[in-house]
Each structure stands twice: as structure tokens, then as C-alpha cells.
């Protein structure tokens, strides 16, 4: 059986062995809209919950606008010419306006990035600049959440009059769904807030999961830093399959975004009839598969429907390596996942632990297996399973052990799909 995975920028066909039950979970999506640029001046002439953005902006001198950085495949370039031109006639010109990519502790966009976020037309028209979390000094402090969290804010968007945020809703490995709040933290927030919102409180609640908001905590705890900084107006799209717009969803905040991961979340979810013996999953291709920092969201969506001590296989490029440099020392320093889990518990929170954390949560109910032909050697031992050389021999011992007429479920765009099977209590939004 031959199957097509997502995998860099040129994909990865596969031959499987014959003699096992397959199932292969596309990612499913809405159809593309055929008029997308239609489509989002309609959403921001008739927003939800809110003012239509011309009105909104009116009487008002300067915007800031956060959109996605490079590993998220926002269509800015469609969403931002009619954002900018209502916010023209209202009174508030490109040259009062910022584009902030919202990096959260992601390295910082390319000139080149740049130019792709937001499109040639506009690249060299208007002002965009990076988020750096790492900075304290460029955030502006808010005060604390009722549970705590200090919250610290981009200067640059809060000093604006106008806060908006362009995003598109996919599902989040630990947010429930991507987009909206997600904007402004971690997007635009300083590291002191990023870190504490990572922490093993919110990372190891069983709520805390893909595909769901109902109860998760650590959405109610971005909603309520989103409102501190005053998060006026959101465009969130849904993707088709090739990456086009399949529905906008602009206006008020919280209510816009919901309606948002209600539509998601209806055209996501695949629904599995018992669970796997194993499972090949990928991060979806490039940009995400771009670093294994990133790729680990492939491992986390698969593991809702492998059964326990099943296997998964996770195929991805890592073009760029492992990820930033306080990762790297993470997965290089623990060759065991529990030890990992228990040293992180009681200490202070590192950057980017969080992800790691995820992967080491998986290890402890399933088997990983790893064709990352990006990563350097130098990670191989301690990557918490076995690592190939070649995608013939990891999917060779995928297959070993198993039973002819296993389950051996193939997502060959990983994060993309939303999964259950009958054996687990159903995600709700």
C-alpha cells in the first residue's frame, strides 16, 4: 500500500507492507471559498458581536495589528489590504499603523519571512516589526490574572488605540484551538508570562488537550490576559486542505473565536470506530515540520487514538534541527522521559519546556519511534525512542511484533486532523 505524507516542502511517498488493517485519516476540511477576498470584506463590514471595523476605528489615531510568524500558514496577505484600508477610512493611515509578528519565544522572522507574512504588495508599504520576548523592558506590565500570572504585553501593541489580531483556527496541542487570544499570549507577551502559562499546572491537565475549550484552563487563562491588553477585533480564518480560505470569522474577540472552533471543530473531527495498534503520523509538512520543536504536535494529536503501549511513528523534515537553543539543551540532558517529568515539577520554568513535557507525557502510555533525517545526530540518544536512518527500516519496526491484521493508522498531516476513537470520551468545545 502506497501512502503520500506530508513531509518538508516536497512530500514523502511511502510503501507500506501488506497483511494490516490501514486506515488513513486525511485532513478534512471546509471546501475553499470561492470568492475569499468577498468573504472577508463581508466578515468585516458584518463582524460578530461587534462594530463593523470601519465604525470601530473611527476616531481613533494609531492600530496595532499581531499576526502569525512564519510556522503558521496565516493568509495574511489576503487579510491585511482590507483590514488597512477600513482603518484608512476612518481616519487612521498605514503610516499610524504597526504589524507586530507575534513570535512568542519563536526566533524572530527573516526579511525574507517578512516579506511572505504579509505579502510583496505590502512589504516595504507599512510598518512590521518582531516581537522579542526576551526583552522585558519593550513590554508593557498589566497586572496579574486572578490565579496569579504576571502579565506582560508588547509595548507597541498596547500604546496603539486599536488592538486587532489576524489569525486562523486549527487545533492546538494544548490550547484546545489556535487563533484569537493566542495573538497576544504568548504571541506578543515577554517571556516572565509565557513561561508560567507553560507550566506543568496547565500542561498536565488532562483538559489541557487538542480540539477542545469547554473547561480547558489554560484558555480561560489566555482569555482573561487577552482582555487585559483590550483585544478589540479579530479576523480568524478556517483553512481548506491547500491552504486556502474556507471561512472568516471577525469581530468581538471571544465571541468571533468561538464561533470560529465551533466550525472547526464540526469539519475536523474524524471519528474512529476502536483504537489503533499504531500509528504514522507526521507534523503536517513544511512550515511546521521545520524544526522538532514544532513536529512534537504531530506525536501529541496521534496519540488520542493509538491504544495504550501502542507504537507511533513520527516522520518529520527538521529542516532547521531541533529548535531554539534552550530546547536543544533539554533534549540532549535527560535520556529518560520520567526523569524529565520529575525534574521539571517543582523547578523554575525553562523556555520552551513545554513542548518537551507534551512528548514526555505521550511516552508514558506509548511507544515512539522517530524518521527525523533533519535532526543531527548528536540527539539520537535521547530521543526517548528509536531513532532511523531511513523511512523503510522505521516503518519496518513499526510493523515488528504487530499481529497480521493489526490497526495501523496512517495521518499524513499530522496536526491537521482531529481524532477520536469510541473508546474515549468525546471532545467538546
Not at 485532513?27 to 475553499?32: D, E, I, L, M, N
Not at 480540539?211 to 482582555?227: C, K, Y
Not at 533525517?373 to 519496526?397: E, H, I, N
Amino acid at each position: 500500500m502506497r501512502v503520500d505524507l506530508a513531509f518538508g516542502k516536497t512530500g514523502l511517498a511511502v510503501e507500506l507492507p501488506e497483511g494490516y488493517s490501514y486506515q488513513v485519516l486525511e485532513a478534512r476540511s471546509a471546501q475553499a471559498l470561492d470568492n475569499q477576498i468577498a468573504a472577508i470584506e463581508h466578515a468585516l463590514d458584518r463582524p460578530i458581536g461587534t462594530l463593523p471595523l470601519t465604525e470601530l476605528a473611527r476616531g481613533k489615531k494609531t492600530a496595532a495589528i499581531s499576526v502569525c510568524d512564519i510556522t503558521r500558514p496565516a493568509p495574511n496577505r489576503l487579510v491585511l489590504p482590507p483590514v488597512l484600508r477600513r482603518l484608512a477610512d476612518a481616519g487612521i493611515s498605514r503610516d499610524n499603523v504597526v504589524v507586530l509578528i507575534a513570535t512568542g519565544l519563536h526566533r524572530p522572522a527573516t526579511e525574507e519571512e517578512i516579506r511572505e507574512i504579509v505579502g510583496p504588495d505590502l512589504y516595504g508599504h507599512i510598518r512590521v516589526e518582531n516581537h522579542y520576548a526576551r526583552n522585558l523592558q519593550e513590554h508593557r506590565y498589566l497586572g496579574t490574572t486572578a490565579s496569579g500570572i504576571p502579565v506582560h504585553i508588547d509595548e507597541r501593541f498596547m500604546a496603539a488605540d486599536l488592538h486587532i489580531t489576524l489569525g486562523f483556527i486549527e487545533p492546538h496541542l494544548m490550547l484546545g484551538f489556535s487563533g484569537g487570544r493566542k495573538l497576544i499570549a504568548p504571541g506578543l507577551a515577554a517571556q516572565e508570562t509565557i513561561k508560567v502559562i507553560h507550566s506543568p499546572k496547565f500542561m498536565r491537565d488532562a483538559r489541557s488537550v487538542e480540539g477542545s475549550i469547554e473547561n480547558n484552563p489554560l484558555h480561560e487563562e489566555l482569555l482573561e490576559i487577552a482582555r487585559m491588553a483590550r483585544h478589540d477585533f479579530l479576523v480568524d480564518v478556517s483553512l481548506s486542505r491547500d491552504r486556502r480560505v474556507a471561512q472568516v470569522f471577525a469581530g468581538d474577540a471571544e465571541l468571533a473565536h468561538r464561533e470560529g472552533t465551533k466550525f472547526v471543530s464540526q469539519v475536523l473531527l474524524e471519528q474512529l470506530d476502536s483504537l489503533a495498534d499504531a500509528v504514522i503520523t507526521t507534523a503536517a509538512g513544511h512550515p511546521l515540520d521545520m524544526t522538532f520543536y514544532q513536529a512534537v504536535k504531530g506525536v501529541t494529536a496521534a496519540s488520542h487514538v493509538v491504544k495504550p503501549g501502542g507504537k507511533i511513528l513520527l516522520v518529520a523534515a527538521c529542516s532547521e534541527g531541533a529548535g531554539a537553543e534552550e530546547f536543544c539543551e533539554m533534549l540532549s540532558a535527560y535520556p529518560e522521559h520520567q526523569q524529565f517529568l520529575d525534574a521539571i515539577l517543582q523547578a523554575p520554568v525553562e523556555v520552551d519546556q513545554w513542548q518537551l513535557e507534551k512528548l514526555a507525557l505521550v511516552c508514558q502510555s506509548k511507544q515512539l519511534l522517530f524518521y527525523v533525517p533533519g535532526l543531527p545526530d548528536a540527539y539520537r540518544d535521547s530521543m526517548w525512542g528509536p531513532v532511523y536512518s531511513s523511512m523503510a527500516d522505521a516503518v519496518a519496526a513499526l510493523m515488528e511484533g504487530l499481529p497480521k491484521g493489526a490497526k495501523v493508522v496512517v495521518i499524513p498531516e499530522g496536526p491537521y486532523v482531529l481524532a477520536k476513537a469510541e473508546q474515549q470520551v468525546p471532545l467538546a468545545i
